[in-house]
């Protein structure tokens, strides 16, 4: 189950104009690992080491931009350290920047940004779009530029907006119930009808046990003379008489008892 459910919308907005979805995710960095030497484990990376590997960054020779932006979004060496100084507890140095980390850390900027209010209906859509533009520079204020100079918008203002409806409906229709298979035992007879049914059983139990139809072989016709075999050919011809009405009566008393405990 995805615990930013309600988020997640927005979140995968985010990965997409950053840039980051076509590269490495969560691993990636500020041009594609131009400022790291090629490509870095950031996941397996605790918060202490990322801000090493940040601090790196922002001292390489060819960083003109002089940005330390590294995961899915783009999380800069100072707004990594305000989240670890505003929530210590929860971002210790010793935490890995794994995925559930950086989409944590991206959900909180959401809500520094006032997503929340938003939701609450306390927030214009407007101003929700603006505040986002600064936390993103790929995204578009409600004019539709980046809120910094020079940045170019990577998807339209029109478009936020469908995410943020998006946002919306699954904050109204609230986090899905994951399903979970319950295995049914195979039924069981009632105890009333089991003593039904033996009771309508026991004279047919004769008929076919020990004291009836069983005990009738094919082994009597050895050694019989002509008159015996056409005899036994009538006996036969009453044997298959009684299965007919056999098959009547199981269908009767099938009925009976259905009627009885039904």
Same mark, same amino acid.
Not at 83 to 107: G, H
Not at 158 to 171: G, N, T
Not at 176 to 199: G, S, T
């Given at each position: 189950?995805?615990?930013?459910? !309600?988020?997640?919308?927005?979140?995968?907005?985010?990965?997409?104009?950053?840039?980051?979805?076509?590269?490495?995710?969560?691993?990636?960095?500020?041009?594609?690992?131009?400022?790291?030497?090629?490509?870095?484990?950031?996941?397996?990376?605790?918060?202490?080491?990322?801000?090493?590997?940040?601090?790196?960054?922002?001292?390489?020779?060819?960083? *003109?931009?002089?940005?330390?932006?590294?995961?899915?979004?783009?999380?800069?060496?100072?707004?990594?350290?305000?989240?670890?100084?505003?929530? $210590?507890?929860?971002? $210790?140095?010793?935490?890995?920047?794994?995925?559930?980390?950086?989409?944590?850390? *991206?959900?909180?900027?959401?809500?520094?940004?006032?997503?929340?209010?938003? +939701?609450?209906?306390?927030?214009?859509?407007?101003?929700?779009?603006?505040?986002?533009?600064?936390?993103?520079?790929?995204? $578009?204020?409600?004019?539709?530029?980046?809120?910094?100079?020079?940045?170019?918008? *990577? !998807?339209?203002?029109?478009?936020?907006?469908?995410?943020?409806?998006?946002?919306?409906?699954?904050?109204?229709?609230?986090?899905?119930?994951?399903?979970?298979?319950?295995?049914?035992?195979?039924?069981?007879?009632?105890?009333?009808?089991?003593?039904?049914?033996?009771?309508?059983?026991?004279?047919?139990?004769?008929?076919?046990?020990?004291?009836?139809?069983?005990?009738?072989?094919?082994?009597?016709?050895?050694?019989?003379?002509?008159?015996?075999?056409?005899?036994?050919?009538? !006996?036969?011809?009453?044997? +298959?008489?009684?299965?007919? +009405?056999?098959?009547?009566?199981?269908?009767?008393?099938?009925?009976?008892?259905?009627?009885?405990?039904?």
């Amino acid at each position: 189950m995805d615990k930013y459910y !309600v988020y997640r919308p927005m979140l995968d907005l985010i990965g997409f104009t950053e840039g980051t979805d076509k590269g490495n995710g969560y691993n990636e960095t500020l041009a594609y690992g131009a400022y790291t030497g090629g490509d870095v484990n950031l996941v397996s990376m605790t918060l202490a080491e990322l801000d090493a590997l940040q601090t790196k960054m922002l001292k390489h020779p060819k960083n *003109a931009l002089i940005s330390s932006a590294c995961g899915r979004y783009q999380i800069v060496r100072t707004t990594a350290r305000n989240i670890r100084k505003d929530l $210590p507890s929860r971002y $210790p140095a010793t935490r890995k920047f794994d995925k559930d980390c950086q989409d944590e850390m *991206a959900c909180y900027l959401l809500g520094q940004r006032g997503i929340d209010k938003y +939701l609450a209906g306390r927030l214009s859509e407007d101003t929700l779009i603006d505040n986002l533009a600064k936390e993103w520079a790929s995204l $578009p204020t409600t004019a539709g530029k980046g809120h910094y100079g020079g940045q170019h918008a *990577a !998807v339209t203002t029109l478009k936020v907006r469908s995410v943020l409806a998006e946002v919306k409906r699954r904050h109204a229709e609230g986090q899905p119930v994951e399903k979970v298979e319950v295995p049914v035992d195979k039924p069981v007879v009632p105890q009333k009808v089991e003593q039904k049914v033996k009771e309508k059983s026991d004279w047919l139990t004769w008929l076919t046990g020990g004291g009836g139809l069983s005990t009738i072989g094919l082994g009597w016709l050895a050694g019989m003379d002509w008159q015996a075999i056409v005899a036994g050919g009538i !006996v036969l011809i009453v044997v +298959l008489l009684l299965f007919v +009405l056999l098959r009547s009566q199981i269908i009767a008393a099938v009925r009976e008892i259905k009627a009885e405990v039904g």
